[in-house]
């Protein structure tokens, strides 16, 4: 294992994870982090048994994740539940990786549009009762909210995690531009729009888009 290869970043598999536990298995990596939309048909740890006890493996959501109450609980359910990045900063083979799972979505927030409302809490508030009991469907616990990324914005980190892009891809948004800068990461990993590219934001943050079922060292290179 190189230091390059001490973590290993996954772009969205969408079901298919044997490149990770080929990537897994030869460079034996102290960590995996897995980009999100996975189209889980089983639990996740059952697609991982080859590479479970060889490496730490974390995770964010995407936004196949919510498309099905299956897909959610395989994941959300999973024995690798504890492992998702989302909303935290966790040390991972020596860094700090924050992690931001989930989509912008256009009824809660679409930068560089104004938020429709400052928080989960808020938009119940203004709901039917029988929606406040059930609370948030699954297609609005796939959106970003505005006051949880101001929160994570009060954290520091080595490397951000997201599913969307910042604004280095043309489908991104400026608002992962200024959460990375204000984490002070020096590098972003994302996933979601399945190009493989590398790019310089503000403060010379490197940004590295991974490819669906492509794994990536810490340099952005396919392993």
Known sequence: MTNECRILFAGDPHGDFAPLIRAVLTQKPEAVVLLG???L????QD???????????WWIAGNHEFEHPDKHRYLFDSSLADNGLHLQVKDVAGLRIAGLG?????????????????????????????????GLSLK??????HDEVQRLKQLDADILVSHEAPRSHRHGFIVIDE????????????GHLHEHYTATIRAGIKVHGIADRMVADLNGHPV
């Not at 989960?120 to 029988?130: E, V």
Request: charged residues 20%; aromatic residues 14%.
């Open 140 to 145: 609005y616990q796939a959106a970003i909210w």
């Open 47 to 57: 697609y991982l048994r080859p590479i479970v006890d060889v490496t730490e493996i």
């Open 37 to 39: 939309d996975y189209d």
């Open 102 to 134: 989930g989509i912008f979505l256009g009824r809660v927030w679409y930068p560089p549009n104004r938020p429709r409302w400052k928080s989960k809490s808020h938009f119940l508030s203004q709901q039917p009762s029988h929606v406040r009991t059930a």
């Open 179 to 190: 959460l990375a800068a204000a984490l002070k990461v020096s590098k972003v990993f994302h």
């Open 41 to 44: 048909e089983k639990p996740l």
